[in-house]
Structures are given as structure tokens and as C-alpha cells.
Nanobody, 122 residues
Framework: EVRLVESGGGMVRPGGSLRLSCTASGFTFSNYDMSWFRQAPGKGPEWVSG????????YYSAAVKGRFTVSRDNAQNTLYLQMNSLKPEDTGLYYC???????????????RGQGTQVTVSS
């Protein structure tokens, strides 16, 4: 059974930082590209970042580029998202997703986790 479990969310003040983790099980993690998405209250899902199988290629949405860093540890089956300089508009439910083989990071995933809540507020 494929499982993706996120952790690390919480409440932080604007300008603060958080590090999200996504622990994968039930499949060979190193074989798959991975992505992070978020969903703000009352809005649709938004792609945030993607990373290829070996972690050598990373991609970001314009909204987070320069502030967020995606990484992975294939030995630990874990995906990370380091979020710095957080803004209130970064508030949302963040979840990781396994990209379909050969699929688009921004839209073609087949499994996702339940998510972890990030709230940026003063």
C-alpha cells in the first residue's frame, strides 16, 4: 500500500520558517519524481514545487521561488520542503504527491498524503 505522511506544519509569524517532511512507504521512493502542493481555504490546489528522482533537478512556482527549497533523502524515503520568509498568503494545507511516471510535476500525480497545515499569521 502506498503511503505518504506529511509532518512539520504549524503556526508561524510572517518572516518565519518551517520545514515540512513527507515520509513515503509502500513503493520504491527513489524511482519517482515527487511534488509538493498546497491548498488555501476556499481555493483550489496549487502546485508548489517538484523534484526529480535523484534530487538533482528542482522546480518551483513563481510564488515560492527563492524562499522555498525542496530536497529528498532516498535512503530515508523522505521528501522535504524548507520554507523561509513565510508570508500570510503561504497559509494552507500542504501535501506531497507521487508524480506519475513520465508525468507533469504540476498536475499528474497518482497518490498524495493527507497533508499538514501551515498557518502564517501575526
Amino acid at each position: 500500500e502506498v503511503r505518504l505522511v506529511e509532518s512539520g506544519g504549524g503556526m508561524v509569524r510572517p518572516g518565519g520558517s518551517l520545514r515540512l517532511s513527507c515520509t513515503a512507504s509502500g513503493f520504491t521512493f527513489s524511482n519517482y519524481d515527487m511534488s509538493w502542493f498546497r491548498q488555501a481555504p476556499g481555493k483550489g490546489p496549487e502546485w508548489v514545487s517538484g523534484i526529480n528522482t535523484r534530487g538533482l533537478a528542482t522546480y518551483y512556482s513563481a510564488a515560492v521561488k527563492g524562499r522555498f527549497t525542496v530536497s529528498r533523502d532516498n535512503a530515508q524515503n523522505t521528501l522535504y520542503l524548507q520554507m523561509n520568509s513565510l508570508k500570510p498568503e503561504d497559509t494552507g494545507l500542504y501535501y506531497c504527491a507521487r508524480v506519475m511516471l513520465g508525468g507533469d510535476y504540476e498536475s499528474e500525480y497518482e497518490y498524495r498524503g493527507q497533508g499538514t497545515q501551515v498557518t502564517v499569521s501575526s
